[in-house]
């Protein structure tokens, strides 16, 4: 089956420095990998998607297929990037399901 | 993006009752999902809910517990039934304009005594 593993529950990190969640798959295909985050009482929301190669609010996402990775980073954290941070994968020919890790929460001190 | 709403947004209800949690959608969208987030947990899907037909339901789930109606392409509701503490979670619908990309309600929050 499936899997996608975010090895840490929580990572904190002072203000400016980098961030790197980590998140890894299991699938031998081409995965189709998201990341969501969820702010202090706001709703589950899209941040990246891997097919789109976009940078949202700073974060970047890059696929290694070699060591089916697919880690969340950021160059310096603000503050307002504490949240929780979902990796998910499109469960294949499952008909547009997901399957998410356990999520990290990140936490970025002053 | 759709824009999702859930009602009730959180209840407290007593053991052996049911409650009935609503998916409203502003737009028609082909899928709907919906998933359980214990305390502390990530997301588990319980089921897809097909405009149509039945629901699919995951492995641990079953109809008789979770039964969902999906009578058009905005709209969708999941029962808990015969709740037990165990039932205690945040219940999430989401729905997904494209292949595997999602967008979530705001969850309804759920409390069993």
């Known amino acids: 089956a499936q899997r996608v593993t975010q090895p840490e529950k929580l990572l904190s990190v002072f203000k400016g420095a980098p961030v790197e969640l980590k998140c890894n798959y299991s699938?031998?295909?081409?995965?189709?990998l998201f990341w969501y985050v969820q702010y202090s009482r706001q709703r589950l929301q899209l941040l990246l998607r891997?097919?789109s190669r976009e940078s949202i609010k700073g974060f970047t996402a890059d696929l290694n297929k070699g060591e089916t990775s697919f880690h969340l980073k950021k160059p310096f954290a603000q503050e307002e990037d504490s949240a929780m941070y979902y990796c998910?994968?499109?469960?294949?020919?499952?008909?547009?399901?997901?399957?998410f890790g356990q999520g990290t929460e990140l936490s970025v001190k002053p | 993006s759709a824009v999702i709403s859930q009602k009730p947004s959180r209840d407290i209800c007593q053991r052996g009752t049911s409650l009935t949690i609503q998916c409203q959608v502003d737009?028609?969208?082909?899928?709907m999902f919906w998933y359980r987030q214990q305390p502390g947990q990530s997301l588990t899907l319980i089921a897809t809910?097909?405009?149509?037909?039945?629901?699919?339901?995951e492995s641990g789930f079953v109809i008789d517990k979770f039964p969902i109606s999906r009578p058009n392409l905005t709209f969708s509701t999941l029962t808990v039934s015969n709740m037990s503490p165990e039932d205690s979670s945040i219940y999430l619908c989401?729905?997904?304009?494209?292949?595997?990309?999602?967008?979530f309600g705001p969850g309804t929050r759920l409390t069993v005594t």
């Open positions: 998910a994968s499109g469960i294949h020919n499952q008909g547009g399901k997901l399957i």
């Open positions: 699938y031998s295909g081409s995965p189709e």
């Open positions: 891997h097919i």
């Open positions: 737009s028609q969208v082909t899928m």
């Open positions: 809910a097909n405009q149509g037909s039945e629901a699919t339901y």
């Open positions: 989401s729905v997904g304009p494209g292949a595997y990309e999602q967008y």
